[in-house]
């Protein structure tokens, strides 16, 4: 590593929401990611289902999504920051995230952005370090997906990479009983020296040096925890730190027990957890 790095890890933006508008996800965007806010960005990892579903150019949608990519373009541009985008899980992305690259070519914006749909080792030159690309679904066995990338390792002579990129769920994310496919924390952390950022599963949590930075908005009730994103910073040295962003702006997605109530108990209840929320707030 040549030099200190800030990183930027965001997921699941899913764009084309059906409940979460997009242009209200957009506006998130926006605010958080701006050269007054944050401008010292080395490199912004978008990991995944930045698109919830395949949309038609007919949809008026398509123009806040385009508006999306070509904002995030310029602003990387601007404040000299990388953008590496992961393909997420097929049945959201759809492959849609191959507009980052042609958006950037036709604009003549220049933005180094570069875009992910396979098992991939990236040698990043610029800060000389070696990063494990991982989409959703590669394959239904994840003991094949390591297997290819211990092959991928050896190819390359690397005992390790220095950072890892994924999209889908460590076994520590999801009850044993689940039959989704989950990956073996314990054989990534072997694998990579510093961080694991893995996206899809929504709520935000951390295991050692894995960082599952959740999705950046709400988009579903029992979601109730904070949204955003996370900063993360690497030493030479070896030393390293985070820290999550809140997405303060996200839409609220309330929850309300009146199970085993009285109708008075039930209103004062209701009364208390809806003062001054959102007027475009789910309930």
Not at 94 to 108: A, D, G, M, T, V
Not at 111 to 122: A, L, M, N, P
Not at 206 to 229: D, M, N, T
């Amino acid at each position: 590593m040549k030099q200190k790095l800030k990183i930027g890890f965001i997921s699941d933006v899913h764009l084309y929401h059906h409940k979460t508008p997009t242009a209200k996800i957009v506006e998130e965007l926006k605010y958080y990611f701006n050269k007054e806010k944050l401008s010292d960005l080395d490199i912004l990892f978008i990991g995944g289902d930045f698109f919830d579903r395949l949309v038609t150019m007919s949809k008026d949608i398509t123009i806040e999504a385009f508006d999306a990519i070509y904002y995030l373009l310029k602003y990387c541009k601007e404040t000299d920051t990388q953008l590496r985008i992961l393909e997420g899980t097929p049945s959201h992305d759809w492959q849609q995230s191959k507009w980052f690259i042609r958006i950037n070519e036709l604009s003549n914006i220049g933005c180094d952005v570069k875009y992910f749909t396979d098992v991939e080792i990236e040698y990043n030159e610029r800060y000389d370090i070696n990063v494990l690309y991982i989409p959703d679904e590669w394959d239904a066995d994840t003991t094949k997906t390591l297997d290819y990338v211990k092959s991928l390792l050896e190819k390359k002579n690397l005992s390790q990479v220095d950072l890892a990129i994924m999209h889908g769920a460590f076994t520590y994310q999801l009850p044993q009983i689940a039959r989704a496919s989950k990956h073996n924390e314990e054989e990534y952390l072997k694998l990579v020296k510093y961080y694991i950022s893995i996206g899809h599963i929504h709520k935000h949590s951390v295991y050692e040096r894995i960082l599952a930075q959740g999705s950046f908005s709400r988009l579903i009730h029992g979601e109730e925890e904070p949204k955003g994103f996370i900063i993360a910073e690497i030493d030479p040295d070896g030393s390293m730190s985070y820290s999550f962003i809140e997405n303060t702006l996200a839409m609220k997605y309330i929850d309300i027990d009146i199970i085993s109530t009285t109708i008075e108990e039930a209103i004062s209840r209701i009364k208390a957890k809806l003062a001054d929320i959102p007027f475009s707030s789910y309930v």
